[in-house]
C-alpha cells in the first residue's frame, strides 16, 4: 500500500504541473496534505528521474517536445538566465540612495528582489510572500508588506487590504511582472485582483517598469493589466518576437538583453 500511495502522489505532483507548469512547494505540501520532508524526498526522486526541475522553492514539469529532443528544463534554464539578466539591468534603472522600489509578485521580480537586498538606503514594497521571505533574512533590510489575501498558487497577496496599503504608498520605482501579453496592449494579469495591484504600482510610483522574459510573448491572459503607454520602460531578452517589438517601441522605451 505505501508503494501505491507514493506512486499515486506523484502522479498527482505531475498532474498538477501539468495543469500549471510551476508551482509552489507549499501548494503541493497544503494540497497533498503531507510534510515537507515527505515532499522534499518526492521532489528530489522525481528531478533525478527527469520529470521535474525545482527552483528556490517552486518546482517547474520537464515536458518534452514532439518535434524534437529538447526538453523543457533546458528551455528553463534559459529563461532563467534571461530572467537573471534581465533583473540585472533592471538595477541599472535603480539609482543609490533613499529610495522606495515597488516589486510585482513573480518570478523576474524575485530575481530583481536578490540583487536589490544588498542596497542600502532601499525600501522595498512588495505583494510576494517570496520576496518578504528573502528580506527577512537580511538583517539591514527594509521592507513594507501589503498584507491581503494569500493566492498560494504564485504566492502574491492580494484583495481589499492589498490594495488599501497600496493606495496610501508612494514609490520611486516600480517593476512589474507578468504571465503573458499576447493579444494584450499592455501587460496581462492573472486575475482582475492582479490587474488592481499593477495598477497600483503604476500609479503610485514616479518610474514605471515591466520586466519579463520573451516567453511571455506567446502566453496569454484573462485580464488586460497595465497599457503601455503607462509603462515606462519595459525590458526583456533577445528572444522577443520582432512584431512585438515593434508594437511596444510604438508606445514606450523597450531594452533589449
Aim: aromatic fraction near 6%.
Amino acid at each position: 500500500m505505501k508503494g501505491k500511495q507514493l506512486t499515486d502522489r506523484r502522479n498527482r505532483i505531475l498532474e498538477m504541473l501539468a495543469e500549471q507548469d510551476e508551482l509552489p512547494v507549499s501548494y503541493l505540501i497544503s494540497t497533498l496534505k503531507v510534510s515537507d520532508e515527505t515532499i522534499r524526498k518526492d521532489l528530489i526522486e522525481m528531478e533525478r528521474q527527469g520529470m521535474i526541475q525545482r527552483m528556490h522553492g517552486r518546482v517547474q514539469l520537464i515536458r518534452k517536445n514532439d518535434n524534437q529532443d529538447e526538453a523543457i528544463w533546458q528551455r528553463a534554464s534559459q529563461n532563467q538566465e534571461a530572467k537573471e539578466r534581465i533583473a540585472a539591468e533592471v538595477m541599472r534603472h535603480i539609482p543609490d540612495g533613499d529610495f522606495s522600489v515597488g516589486l510585482d509578485v513573480g518570478n523576474t521580480t524575485w530575481h530583481v528582489a536578490k540583487l536589490l537586498v544588498k542596497k542600502l538606503n532601499i525600501t522595498v514594497v512588495t505583494n510576494s510572500l517570496d520576496i518578504a521571505q528573502l528580506y527577512a533574512q537580511e538583517k539591514n533590510s527594509a521592507i513594507q508588506f501589503t498584507g491581503g489575501a494569500l493566492r498560494i498558487i504564485d504566492n502574491g497577496f492580494y484583495g481589499y487590504w492589498t490594495r488599501e496599503n497600496l493606495k496610501g504608498v508612494n514609490m520611486s520605482v516600480s517593476v512589474l511582472g507578468t504571465s503573458g501579453i499576447m493579444e494584450c496592449d499592455g501587460i496581462g494579469a492573472v486575475s482582475f485582483d492582479d490587474r488592481d495591484v499593477k495598477k497600483l504600482y503604476a500609479k503610485n510610483s514616479r518610474l514605471v517598469i515591466a520586466a519579463f522574459d520573451s516567453s511571455k510573448c506567446t502566453r496569454g491572459t484573462m485580464v488586460d493589466g497595465v497599457p503601455w503607454s503607462d509603462i515606462d520602460l519595459v525590458i526583456t531578452d533577445d528572444g522577443m518576437p520582432e512584431e512585438d517589438r515593434r508594437r511596444i517601441e510604438q508606445q514606450t522605451k523597450l531594452i533589449i538583453v
